[in-house]
C-alpha cells in the first residue's frame, strides 16, 4: 500500500507560459498549478457541478455508494461492458491522490482501503476540497483554480455556470473534452453536466437554459500552441530554471499570427494543387526592433519541422536589393542606368525571362527583376565577394556562390534570416537581430539593440526602388490602396521557390512556398501566391 501521508504531497512538471505584449496567455508547456480554493469560497455551484456529475450522493453516503454501485452493474450487465463506474468522490480522491489508472482487483482494493483511510481522516466538505483542488482537468491543469486561469483566464471564484459545466465535464475524459483540444466537445459534455445538475436541484430550468446559451462563448479557447510559441521555448531552453514556473511576456501579436497561419493554410488547401506546391513558412518581424510578431514553420501541424527558421532555400531575385544595395554604396544612383541585354561570361549566359530592355535605371531593373542588369550591378559594385560582405552587414551569415550567379539568388538562406536582413532597407540602415522575449517574470530579457551597418541615404533609396516593385513591376499583387507596401519577388529555378519579402505598416513580411523534397512547383512566381499571401497578412496587421 501508498503511504497516504507522503502521496498528499506529490510533485508536478515545472508551468512554462508564455504571454503576449498585453499579458494575455498565448501557450503554456508543463502542469499548471492554481490557489488553494475551499469549497465554501467558490459560488455554491461551481462544487454543485462536479457533485451533479460525479457523485450525486455524496451527501448521503460514506465513502462507498452501494447504491450508486449496483446500479453501475446492472448497467454493465444491460449493456455487456462497461458504461457505468460506481466510484464516490472518496474513491476518486484516493485514485488520484495515490493510485494509477490501472483497471485491477488489486488496485481496486487498494482504492477501498484509501478510501476507509481518507474518511477517517477527513471530513465530508474536506475530501470535496481536496477532490476540487487535486482533480486532474486536461492540459496539465491541477486542481479547479489551475483549470480556471488555464482554459478562461479567471480564478475559480469568478467562474460562471457555463464555465462550472465545463470543468465539471473534464474528469471522464481531460484529454479530449477541454475546450483548447475540442471547443464543441466541451460545450457537449457541459450540457449534460447541466441537465444533471438540473435533476439534483443544484439549477433551475431557466438557470440551465440561460447557462447553455453561454456555453459556445465559453467553451472557446484562449490559446493554441503555435509555431512562434514552439520556436520561443527552443530559442529560450538555456535561460529556463530548472525545476522553477516561468512566464515568458513575448512579442507575439496573437490576431497576427492566426491571420498568417490561416492564410498560408488556406492558400495551399485551395491553390496547392493547382501550383504543385505542399508547404510553406511565414515571418513577420518589426522593422524597427527585430521583434517578431507572427512565425509560421509551416502548413497545418505546429509541431514539426519550423521551415522558418531550420529551411535554408535559395532565394531567386529576392536577393537583388542586396546586390542594389551593393551598387549603391560603391558609388551608383537608383536613376542611373544600366545595360538589360545578352551577356556571356566565360560561357555563362543569363537572361530575362521576356525580351530584353536595353539601357534602364536602377529603378526600373529592380522592378521588373532584370537579371542582367543584375549581373552587371554586381560587377560595377566590385564581383560577387563585395557584394557578399554586403549580405553578411545585413546579417545574412549564409553560404553564397561566389560568382556571378550570386545576383540571381542561388544561394540559400533562411526564412527568419532574410525578413531581418530587410529590416535594414526600412529602418534607416540598421541590422537587427530578431528576438520573441521581452521579459522573463516580469524582469526585462536581454534583447540585442539595433546596429548601424550602412547609410541611411542607402538603405532608403533600396526602399524606395523596392517601391516600384508593387507599384508597376513583379510585385504588384501585394499592392494594397491606401497603404505603403514595398518589396521584391523571388522565383528560383524550375518554380523551386516562390518568395516574396516586403513591408507594410512598420513590419517586414517574408513569405516562403515550396516542397520539402525541392521538387518543381508550376508557375509558382514570387509575384503570384507568396505576394497574395503577404498583401492578406498585412490587412491584418
Do not use: C
Amino acid at each position: 500500500m501508498p503511504n497516504p501521508a507522503i502521496a498528499v504531497t506529490q510533485t508536478r512538471r515545472p508551468a512554462i507560459r508564455l504571454l503576449d505584449p498585453q499579458g494575455h496567455l498565448l501557450a503554456r508547456f508543463g502542469d499548471v498549478s492554481g490557489q488553494v480554493v475551499l469549497p465554501a469560497a467558490l459560488p455554491p455551484y461551481v462544487p454543485a457541478a462536479f457533485i451533479a456529475i460525479e457523485d450525486r450522493r455524496f451527501a448521503r453516503h460514506g465513502p462507498f455508494d452501494f447504491m450508486g454501485i449496483f446500479r453501475a452493474l446492472v448497467s454493465d450487465i444491460v449493456h455487456r461492458h462497461v458504461v457505468q463506474g460506481g466510484s464516490t468522490l472518496t474513491q476518486q480522491v484516493a485514485k488520484t491522490l495515490f493510485l494509477g489508472n490501472q483497471r485491477t482487483l488489486r488496485r481496486k482494493v487498494q482504492e477501498a482501503v484509501l478510501a476507509l483511510w481518507l474518511w477517517h481522516h477527513y471530513s465530508r466538505q474536506e475530501i470535496l476540497g481536496i477532490y476540487l483542488n487535486r482533480v486532474y482537468l486536461g492540459e496539465g491543469a491541477y486542481g479547479i483554480d489551475a483549470a480556471a486561469r488555464l482554459y478562461f483566464n479567471e480564478p475559480a471564484s469568478r467562474l460562471s455556470i457555463a464555465q462550472a459545466a465545463i470543468l465539471a465535464g473534464l474528469p471522464k475524459a481531460p484529454s479530449s473534452l477541454n475546450p483548447l483540444v475540442n471547443s464543441q466537445a466541451a460545450a457537449n459534455r457541459a450540457t449534460q453536466v447541466l441537465d444533471a445538475m438540473v435533476s439534483t436541484g443544484a439549477l433551475s430550468p431557466e438557470q440551465e437554459n440561460a447557462a447553455a446559451a453561454q456555453l459556445a462563448d465559453a467553451a472557446s479557447p484562449i490559446s493554441r500552441t503555435s509555431w512562434f510559441a514552439l520556436w520561443t521555448m527552443q530559442h529560450e531552453a538555456d535561460v529556463i530554471p530548472e525545476g522553477e514556473d516561468i512566464a515568458f511576456t513575448t512579442t507575439m501579436f496573437p490576431g497576427v499570427q492566426t491571420a498568417a497561419q490561416a492564410a498560408l493554410d488556406s492558400t495551399i488547401a485551395e491553390q496547392g494543387a493547382k501550383y504543385r506546391v505542399s508547404q510553406g513558412a511565414i515571418v513577420v518581424l518589426d522593422a524597427r526592433s527585430g521583434a517578431v510578431r507572427a512565425l509560421v514553420g509551416g502548413v497545418g501541424d505546429r509541431e514539426g519541422y519550423n521551415r522558418a527558421v531550420l529551411a535554408r532555400r535559395q532565394t531567386g531575385s529576392a536577393i537583388k536589393p542586396v546586390v542594389w544595395l551593393a551598387g549603391l554604396l560603391a558609388g551608383m544612383s537608383p536613376n542611373e542606368t544600366v545595360l538589360d541585354g545578352p551577356l556571356n561570361i566565360h560561357g555563362y549566359r543569363p537572361h530575362d525571362d521576356e525580351a530584353y530592355h536595353g539601357e534602364v535605371s536602377l529603378t526600373e531593373a529592380l522592378a521588373d527583376s532584370m537579371n542582367t542588369a543584375a549581373i552587371r550591378i554586381l560587377m560595377r559594385a566590385g564581383g560577387p565577394r563585395r557584394v557578399i560582405a554586403v549580405a553578411r552587414l545585413l546579417g545574412l551569415d549564409d553560404h553564397f556562390p561566389k560568382d556571378a550567379t550570386m545576383a540571381l539568388g542561388t544561394g540559400a538562406v533562411g526564412v527568419l534570416q532574410l525578413a531581418s536582413a530587410y529590416a535594414v532597407f526600412f529602418n534607416g540602415g540598421e541590422r537587427v537581430t530578431p528576438y520573441g522575449v521581452t521579459a522573463i517574470n516580469g524582469a526585462p530579457a536581454h534583447i540585442e539593440a539595433p546596429v548601424p551597418v550602412v547609410p541611411a541615404g542607402d538603405a532608403q533609396a533600396v526602399a524606395g526602388m523596392m517601391r516600384q516593385v508593387v507599384l508597376s513591376g513583379t510585385g504588384r499583387a501585394a499592392f494594397i490602396l491606401g497603404v505603403y507596401t514595398a518589396g521584391k519577388t523571388g522565383t528560383t529555378q524550375d518554380y523551386r521557390d516562390g518568395w516574396f519579402v516586403g513591408y507594410a505598416k512598420g513590419d517586414i513580411i517574408a513569405v516562403w512556398l515550396g516542397n520539402d523534397d525541392n521538387s518543381p512547383a508550376e508557375k509558382l512566381y514570387g509575384g503570384t501566391l507568396p505576394a497574395e499571401i503577404f498583401k492578406e497578412i498585412a490587412g491584418a496587421l
